[in-house]
């Protein structure tokens, strides 16, 4: 009878392994279809190929085996396909730069284009623990301290951002190694239903534009379990203007993440046309950061409703290639500045020469540890602007820990003067009201930062409280 019971358990096992395996004709090995696997023979057409006999199938998974590098151009997902990479698989970006011709941007282009790509599509996943290379320095100038040097362009940027969705209904990106961007690495665009877990996102930290994921008109997302290094933000929520018929950006999670930035780890703007609210981010650490937590509104739209709870924050300086002053928490909103840059005709409505900051509002920030050279930054252009926030149990420890100087805020972008010079305080609150400070607390380390004045520093502000 014990037996028998071993042969039934193990016929079970067995039958259920099935279900949940892919089915041979539903796996498409890029191999079968050309791909070489050599790192030099551009692969792109036999990956183009492979996935869409998959789609006209009705669905399957692509399979980029181990053991291989394949150099590829641009090519595009498509509906009902699991992009799969085994374990030492790598799809690694052409260096070529003739080969990206397809803005990230549509109409603007002066702001790179795109390699892997997908738009209009359901069930899209791209999965395993094999390893999606941008190819980054490939597409730089010449290393400098700080950053490397971004070769000069006019309307039109070749450098490739890694991955592209655009209105993509039931996103899953899992497990992943995605490094190396030459610009934006993740960017979801009107995509409803995503969910981004486990990936580790490993950008080079000298590559200014290098952001991590950016979740663009987008619901429904959550991003869970990553380690994101990148020069610029880790993780951005924003509306571009290029996409405004995707509407609001809202019901976004982010949770155990470990990140690290020369800019901010997680903002929210500068671009926002529309709307961004209910988001939650929890249990996260930031370390080594220029900027930690950065709502940063520079356009029109608004931002509401949203929660920072339950994280570690640590900041330093940075040279001013990169924005922000070590503020471990930043809330602004100011004006955008008129500028001449490649994309500058991108940055207001239609006909504009000016542009306008919507309201900052109901925003809160509990349990948050933070260390570093500066303290929290409050600011708006206009009372009332910047409103209804809560700092609870927020805790401050400000110390010297490079040769930048200190006693500055960094307001950039935005019209006039840059940046706030004076004194440092663990709270400045700069035209701002309905603003709680309950339990909050501020320590100077044995290494005071330059210019350490004081607690909290109060201008032009109503109503604001403050609670031990």
């Given amino acids: 009878m014990k037996k028998i019971d071993t042969l039934l358990l193990l016929c079970a096992v067995l039958l259920l392994a099935s279900c949940h395996a892919p089915k041979a004709g539903n796996v498409y090995n890029i191999l079968d279809y050309g791909a070489r696997g050599d790192g030099k023979t551009d692969d792109a057409a036999a990956l183009q190929t492979a996935i869409d006999r998959c789609s006209e199938a009705g669905g399957g998974t692509v399979l980029v085996p181990a053991g291989h590098t394949f150099l590829c151009g641009p090519f595009r997902l498509a509906s009902f396909v699991e992009l799969h990479l085994e374990p030492n698989s790598c799809l690694l970006a052409s260096p070529d730069e003739k080969a990206y011709t397809q803005s990230a941007f549509r109409e603007n282009r002066g702001e790179g284009m795109m390699w892997i790509s997908g738009k209009d599509l359901k069930q899209v996943s791209i999965t395993g623990t094999g390893t999606i290379d941008g190819n980054g320095v490939a597409f730089m100038g010449k290393e400098l301290e700080d950053s490397y040097e971004l070769k000069p362009v006019t309307d039109f940027d070749p450098r490739p951002h890694v991955l592209t969705l655009v209105n993509v209904e039931k996103v899953v990106i899992r497990d992943v190694t995605i490094r190396n961007s030459a610009y934006w690495t993740v960017h979801l665009i009107g995509c409803h239903d995503a969910l981004v877990d486990g990936i580790s996102l490993l950008n080079n930290l000298k590559i200014r534009n290098g952001d991590g994921i950016d979740v663009d008109h987008s619901r429904k997302v959550r991003i869970a379990n990553c380690f994101i290094e990148s020069g610029d933000d880790c993780i951005c929520l924003k509306n571009r203007r290029e996409f405004a018929e995707y509407g609001a950006c809202e019901d976004i999670v982010v949770t155990n993440c470990m990140m690290t930035s020369r800019s901010c780890a997680v903002k929210i703007g500068s671009e926002n046309m529309d709307a961004i609210s209910h988001v939650l981010v929890d249990n996260c650490i930031i370390k080594d950061s220029n900027r930690g937590i950065g709502i940063q509104n520079r356009d029109e739209g608004t931002v509401s409703d949203v929660v920072f709870s339950n994280m570690i ?72 602007k910047v409103n209804s926030l809560t700092f609870r149990n927020v805790d401050l420890l400000l110390y010297k820990r490079t040769a930048y100087p200190g006693g500055i805020y960094d307001k950039r972008p935005c019209l006039g003067e840059g940046f706030v010079r004076g004194g440092t305080y663990g709270f400045y609150l700069d035209v701002a009201s309905d603003v709680r400070l309950e339990g909050c607390r501020v320590h100077w380390g044995d290494t005071k930062p330059d210019a350490a004045a004081g607690e909290v520093m109060q201008k032009n502000c109503e109503r604001v409280s403050v609670k031990e």
């Fill in 313 to 384: 924050v640590d900041c330093r300086f940075f040279s001013d290639v990169w924005w922000g002053k070590a503020e471990p928490i930043y809330v602004t909103s100011y004006p955008r500045a008129v500028g001449n840059h490649k994309d500058a005709g991108w940055r207001f409505p239609k006909g504009a020469v000016e542009g306008r900051c919507g309201e900052v509002s109901r925003i809160s920030f509990v349990n948050i540890q933070c260390t570093g050279e500066n303290g929290v930054f409050v600011g708006g252009d206009v009372a009332g």
